[in-house]
C-alpha cells in the first residue's frame, strides 16, 4: 500500500455551514504530513473525519486500506494513534497507571510504559496523580497514550500547542524518530516552525479547501523571490536578482572582502500563507 490516507472529494456541512467545501489528497506510507490553517479552518473536523468520530457528508475517504464505513471497527483502532481535544485521561490516577489502562486496552506489553515515558520526558512524574501535572504534562501523557500501542498511523491535532518550546523541541525529536521507524504522522499546527521542520508535506486548510500542498521547501522556492539580499560592513543593503548576467557584481562583491550578510529571500510559510490566503495563521 502506497498512500497510507486517499481522500477524493470530501466534504463536510454542519447545519448550514460547510467546513469542508472539496478537499483530494493523499499521505504516502512513512511520510509526515502537516495540516496548516488558521482557527475554524475544518482541520479538528479533517482529523474526526479520517479517524471515523465524524461521517464525511460526500467524498471518498480510505485510511490504512480500511474504506470509512469501517472507521469504527477495532481492527483500525488498533491501527491509529490519536492526539486531540476529545483525548482524556483519568485524573485521579498516575500517570503509570493511566498508560497501564490503555496498554492493557491495546494489548500493548507494559514495558511499553518506561520507554514512552523517556521518550516524552516524563519518568519523573510517572507516580503523581494526573490531577498535580501542568497542563504541558498532561499534554504529553496524552501523546503517550497515542503512542503506546505502537500504531501504523498517528493523528496529531494541535500536540505541541500547550507546550514549551523545550518540551516542543523534545516532542519534535521524539516523533522524528518514531517517523523514523516507520510511523505515517498526519499533524496539524498553527506553528509554522513545527510544520518546516517536521513535515516532508503540508497543505494549507483555507475555506474549507486546500490552496497549497507540497514540500516547505518547494513552497519556499515557489515564492521566493530569488534574488540575493547583501548586507556590507559599511551598512549598504543590496537586493541582486539571481541571473547570470549579475555574476560579476556577485563576484565582485565576493572579492571585494566587504560581504557581512548574503542571503536568498525564502519566505517562510507563515508568510507564503498570508499571500496565498490573506489571512494570517493564528
Ligand atoms: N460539531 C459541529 N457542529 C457544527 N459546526 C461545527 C462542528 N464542528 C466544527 N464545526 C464548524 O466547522 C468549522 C471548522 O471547525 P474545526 O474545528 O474543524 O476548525 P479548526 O481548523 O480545527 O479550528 P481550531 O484551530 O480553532 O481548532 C467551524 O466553522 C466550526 O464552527
Do not use: W
Amino acid at each position: 500500500m502506497e498512500n497510507t490516507i486517499e481522500v477524493k472529494g470530501m466534504r463536510k456541512v454542519f447545519g448550514r455551514n460547510t467546513a469542508i467545501k472539496h478537499v483530494s489528497f493523499n499521505v504516502k506510507r512513512g511520510e509526515i504530513f502537516g495540516l496548516l490553517g488558521p482557527s475554524g479552518s475544518g482541520k479538528t473536523t479533517t482529523i474526526k473525519i479520517l479517524t471515523g468520530e465524524l461521517g464525511q457528508t460526500a467524498g471518498d475517504v480510505t485510511v490504512l486500506g480500511f474504506d470509512s464505513d469501517r472507521f469504527r471497527t477495532a481492527d483500525f483502532k488498533a491501527q491509529i494513534g490519536i492526539l486531540s481535544d476529545n483525548s482524556s485521561l483519568y485524573e485521579r490516577l498516575t500517570v503509570y497507571d493511566n498508560l497501564k489502562l490503555f496498554c492493557r486496552l491495546y494489548d500493548a506489553p507494559l514495558e511499553q510504559i518506561d520507554t514512552m515515558l523517556q521518550e516524552v520526558n516524563l519518568q519523573d512524574e510517572r507516580s503523581k496523580p494526573i490531577s498535580k501535572l501542568s497542563k504541558g504534562m498532561k499534554q504529553r501523557v496524552l501523546l503517550a497514550k497515542a503512542l503506546i500501542h505502537k500504531p501504523e498511523l498517528v493523528f496529531l491535532d494541535e500536540p505541541t500547542s500547550a507546550l514549551d518550546p523545550g518540551n516542543a523541541a523534545q516532542i519534535h525529536r521524539g516523533l522524528q524518530k518514531l517517523n523514523e521507524a516507520g510511523t505515517t504522522i498526519f499533524i496539524t499546527t498553527h506553528n509554522m516552525e513545527e510544520a518546516t521542520v517536521l513535515c516532508d508535506r503540508v497543505a494549507f486548510l483555507h475555506n474549507g479547501e486546500f490552496q497549497e500542498l507540497d514540500s516547505p521547501g518547494a513552497l519556499r522556492y515557489k515564492y521566493s523571490t530569488h534574488a540575493f539580499h547583501v548586507e556590507t560592513f559599511a551598512g549598504d543593503k543590496l537586493v541582486i536578482d539571481n541571473e547570470r548576467s549579475n555574476a560579476d557584481q556577485i563576484k565582485k562583491l565576493i572579492a571585494s572582502g566587504q560581504v557581512k550578510e548574503m542571503h536568498t529571500d525564502n519566505p517562510t510559510l507563515g508568510q507564503i500563507f498570508l499571500k496565498v490566503t490573506g489571512k494570517e495563521l493564528v
